[in-house]
């Protein structure tokens, strides 16, 4: 299992403000940007896997409308988040 309850944890823990703030738009980005990645991978692989593709676009979705929210709510938070992960060039 590529995503188990320590790695889970481990996300929250780095970018929430606990391992158990599941809830914290940071964490969530960086749980979502962990999973994007992941099935990126798998697509590269599988070509023609349409269910994992529509996963992975629901997803890039709900990635960015958690920076939206971030963004509108907390600008420096926003940035941090950017540019820990990596997501913008």
């Known amino acids: 299992m590529y995503l188990n ?3 889970k ?3 929250f823990a780095k970018y929430g403000k606990s391992n158990t703030d599941s ?3 940071e964490g969530q980005i960086a749980l979502f940007s962990y ?3 992941h099935l ?3 697509l590269k692989v599988n070509r023609k896997d349409y269910n994992t593709e529509r996963s992975l676009k629901m997803l ?3 990635r960015r409308r958690l920076l939206d929210y971030l963004k509108r709510c907390d600008i420096g938070r ?3 988040i950017i540019n820990e992960l990596g997501i913008r060039r």
């Open 9 to 11: 944890k481990e996300f």
């Open 78 to 80: 926003y940035r941090f």
């Open 35 to 37: 999973r994007i990645s």
């Open 23 to 25: 809830g914290s738009p």
């Open 60 to 62: 890039v979705g709900k």
């Open 5 to 7: 309850p320590e790695k």
């Open 40 to 42: 990126t991978e798998h």
